[in-house]
């Protein structure tokens, strides 16, 4: 109730707490006239059409902003502030970049723009990463994340995602709710974990299409690491055959999986990190045969090999003929396991034929035999005065 012959309210500040969108396509947001206030809060402030909005004064959004269309923000001498917890939703209409509206620390960010948003400088999210549609690409910042906050939807941050206060015993996302990484209870924590996501290309022959770099100075003990991946990158793969494969600088080393889901494969028994990828059979370089010879003594036939390198193979099997081009008869009963399976080293194998001179065979030839199955052939190797016949040639 007013009272008195001209009753007046003094208005310092205006706050509009219901959704206000500027959908012009160049446009200053709500200005004063005639001696009126400019507001200076927005609960909802949502951004569209095309071109800049320009900020009036300094203003505060305290519950979400939305850039959409492929409208930008051009504070001016003014400030943009986001309430602790708000939210900053990219919605736009073709490939955004970041600006002066994305603050140092968000509570929540919206990827809701399928063509992707590109960061223009480092950030941190409080509380929920939300991938909804499309991706986020770092460039040369990280996106850093706090220790208590989420990932949820289909996008991927293709960049460096980073975990500066790490725990044993918390398992942590690193963009895509299927990329995580954590420190088993009991192991030496690392200062920061960072996972960094590159796709569009195989890093060995026959890889799926993306690979990964995971870093954690400081780390000693076991953890535990799942990464993503999507149908399309599997490059002629097997989702249920696909392995965790491991650089070591030299070579990709094949890593066992303790599990696979739709779209991720996982391994809880991880002591070391570095470059990571994934793949069934791996690549040709992954097994190495250095020697094949055959020697005989008596009746029998002494075979000899030895590798360089086992990451990809399972064992050996033996096959013999008695011609080049005869039938090849395999005579291991058994395959004989590789020595050390999914490493780089390699070892030496012998194996004696004591049936050689039975069927006159003089011919051998190595089966290597793939962790998924494929094989690969190595020889013939020849028994020291194998007779080789010529044709005739008449005078």
């Known amino acids: 109730m007013l009272k008195g012959a001209n009753p007046f309210i003094g208005i310092t500040a205006v706050q509009l707490n219901g959704i206000v969108e500027f959908a012009g396509a ?17 609960s909802t ?29 051009a504070p001016g001498a003014n400030t943009l502030t ?22 140092a620390a968000i509570g929540t960010l919206v990827i809701a723009n399928s063509a992707g948003v590109t960061l223009s400088a480092g950030a941190t999210v409080d509380a929920l990463l939300d991938l909804a ?8 910042y990280t996106l850093d994340l706090s220790a208590g906050a989420t990932c949820s939807g289909a996008g991927d941050v293709v960049g460096a995602v980073r975990r500066g206060a790490v725990a044993d015993g918390v398992t942590y996302c690193f963009g895509h709710p299927d990329v995580r990484a954590g420190v088993q209870a009991g192991s030496t924590p690392p200062s920061a974990l960072t996972v960094t996501l590159t796709k569009g290309s195989a890093p060995f022959d026959g890889a799926v299409t993306r690979h990964y770099t995971v870093t954690a100075p400081g780390f000693a003990g076991v953890a535990n690491l799942r990464l993503h991946y999507r149908a399309g990158e599997l490059n002629g793969n ?64 002494f075979l000899t090999w030895s590798t360089g390198s086992e990451v990809a193979l399972a064992g050996f099997h033996l096959h013999r ?18 020595q050390f399976t999914g490493q780089v080293a390699g070892a030496v194998y012998t194996w004696v034929d004591r049936t050689a001179a039975l069927d006159g065979a003089n011919f051998y030839w190595l089966e ?15 028994i020291a005065g194998a007779r080789i016949y010529l044709p005739a040639v008449r005078r």
Do not use: C
Request: glycine share 12%; no cysteine; aromatic share 6%.
């Open 321 to 338: 003929a008695t011609s080049v081009d005869g039938v090849k008869q395999r005579i291991t009963p058994a395959m004989i396991p590789a």
């Open 238 to 301: 097997t989702p249920g055959l696909l392995h965790l494969w491991r650089y070591d600088g030299v070579r990709w080393l094949v890593q066992t999986p303790s599990a696979w889901g739709d779209g991720y494969v996982e391994k809880n028994d991880v002591t070391t990190f570095s470059d990571w990828a994934l793949a069934d059979d791996g690549d040709s370089t992954a097994v190495d045969l250095s020697t094949f010879t055959v020697q005989t003594g008596s009746d029998q036939a």
């Open 133 to 140: 549609a499309g991706d986020v690409r770092t460039g040369a």
């Open 26 to 42: 160049n446009q200053t947001l709500i200005q004063s006239m005639g001696g009126g206030i400019t507001p200076t809060v927005y």
């Open 45 to 73: 402030l949502i951004l569209t059409n095309t071109n800049n909005k320009t900020l009036a004064t300094n203003t505060t959004v305290t519950t979400r902003l939305v850039r959409g269309g492929t409208s930008s923000l």
């Open 368 to 382: 290597m035999v793939g962790l998924q199955g494929g094989a690969s052939w190595h020889g013939p190797v020849a």
């Open 82 to 103: 986001s309430s602790p917890g708000a939210a900053l939703e990219y919605a736009g209409t073709a490939a955004q970049t970041t600006g002066p509206e994305l603050p």
